[in-house]
């Protein structure tokens, strides 16, 4: 039972690289979420997907892109990574929201990512 | 828009004693889901317990309680006799069912003190 994957779970980044966090699922969820967790601020949506080929813009999706090309991965991409963007990255995915159907997301286990 | 407020940003108390972390929420939504989600220092997040907008039937699990309350937008969660292992950070989160969002609070850092 994997349920939700990243890679990688740590990585430094020097200002102005980029790179790709990869989420995947096991799940057969239709959605995915990636957030970002920093001190006093909680967990903040940066995008979404609802499917397969469709994604869109949460509250902080700026210096962010993602995409779905297959429904159990959900790709986070950071082109030009800023300081800004030091943070951990949590994935997660759940069913398709209906009443009375269990819909609770799960979360991978973190990204810490580190931009200097 | 949906909004998850947890005003209590840090509580500490002692073991044995209760608690309870307030969630106060906003939706346009007249179906939803409320959750709460602890992270422990390991840091990974674990779901506690999911409601929804149409039973406000309140839950006890062992130590643990939730109180909804739809006329107060509120969704708090008790513990009872806590213990040191009680001690993370507590989410609360909301997603309207229609709506694929999922929206969490900032959290309630609870510490434990033995």
Known sequence: ?116 | AQKVTQAQTEISVVEKEDVTLDCVYETRDTTYYLFWYKQPPSGELVFLIRRNSFDEQNEISGRYSWNFQKSTSSFNFTITASQVVDSAVYFCALSGIGNEKLTFGTGTRLTIIP
């Open chain 1, 1 to 116: 039972n994997a349920g939700v994957t990243q890679t990688p779970k740590f990585r430094v980044l020097k200002t102005g690289q980029s790179m790709t966090l990869l989420c995947a699922q096991d799940m057969n969820h239709e959605y995915m979420y990636w957030y970002r967790q920093d001190p006093g601020m909680g967990l903040r949506l940066i995008h979404y997907s609802v499917g397969e080929g469709t994604t869109a813009k949460g509250e902080v999706p700026d210096g962010y892109n993602v995409s779905r090309l297959k429904k159990q991965n959900f790709l986070l991409g950071l082109e030009s990574a800023a300081p800004s963007q030091t943070s951990v990255y949590f994935c997660a995915s759940r069913r398709q929201v209906r009443i009375k159907m269990n819909t609770e997301a799960f979360f991978g286990q973190g990204t810490r990512l580190t931009v200097v």
